[in-house]
């Protein structure tokens, strides 16, 4: 597991369906339908993974900011943030498929409030070192700089477009695609750039 010093990263259990759904919201407002997590963990292929803070334990209070967990905040559904006080705040999801010959990324989404902390990229890291295929492959809207930025800090490369692939607004998606994860020099890379990651953390 790529550890990161404030969030954990651990399995999504059937407790978290309602926050993943109020992330999924918070993170792909245009997104329809809306995805049924609960479908989702029972899919063999399917794996769930979730990064939060424990609330109970967690000695930096600053970062949880009281007005952002007591609502006070303006937010996606007047503050809603399917959190009921539990110990996990959960602040970001993702999805992978471990298909025949690849590993293929279906989402990764982290709350607004919580973006450019690097909750994402801690996400992608743990996908990353648990893909027992060699080839991870994955699908981001044209106009995604910011996921796609992230794809490309791991050397994920473009190799194809999906035309019109979105079908709320007809934009394409770029194919993007790694074909040496599982490669000693790869892992070297993963374990390079978390150690990075909690440094600047650190800092
Ligand atoms: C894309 C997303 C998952 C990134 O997660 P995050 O926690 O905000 O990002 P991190 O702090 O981990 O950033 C990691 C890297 O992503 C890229 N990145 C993240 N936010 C960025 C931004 N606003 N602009 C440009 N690049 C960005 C950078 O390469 C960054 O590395 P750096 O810090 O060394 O520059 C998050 O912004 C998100 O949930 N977006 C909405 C949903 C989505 O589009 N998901 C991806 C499609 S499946």
Redesign the pocket.
């Known amino acids: 597991m790529i550890k990161h010093n404030f969030f954990h990263v651990r399995a999504m259990s059937i407790n978290d369906t309602e926050q993943f759904q109020a992330i999924e919201k918070d993170?792909?407002p245009d997104l329809f339908p809306e995805t049924n997590f609960k479908n989702e963990l029972n899919r063999s292929i399917a794996s769930l993974i979730t990064i939060g803070i424990d609330t109970e334990n967690n000695k930096k209070k600053e970062i949880l900011n009281d007005n952002y967990l007591s609502n006070k905040i303006p937010l996606y559904r007047q503050g809603y943030t399917g959190w009921h006080g539990k110990k996990d705040f959960l602040?970001?999801i993702?999805e992978s498929w471990n298909m025949v010959g690849e590993t293929h990324?279906?989402?990764?989404?982290?709350?607004?409030y919580?973006?450019?902390?690097?909750?994402?990229?801690?996400?992608?890291l743990n996908i990353l070192s648990n893909s027992e295929n060699p080839i991870v492959t994955?699908?981001?809207?044209k106009s995604?700089?910011?996921?796609?930025?992230?794809?490309?800090?791991y050397k994920f490369q473009i190799v194809g477009t999906r035309k019109k692939y979105y079908s709320d607004n007809g934009e394409d998606a770029l194919i993007m695609t790694i074909e040496s994860a599982t490669s000693m020099k790869y892992k070297g890379f993963i374990e390079q750039s978390s150690e990075l990651?909690v440094s600047?953390e650190n800092q």
Not at 114 to 124: C, R, V
Not at 144 to 153: C, E, F, H, T, W
């Open positions: 993170a792909f602040v970001g993702a990324i279906i989402s990764i989404g982290v709350r607004r919580f973006q450019n902390k690097g909750a994402g990229e801690t996400l992608l994955l699908e981001v809207r995604n700089q910011p996921a796609i930025n992230l794809y490309k800090k990651l600047k």
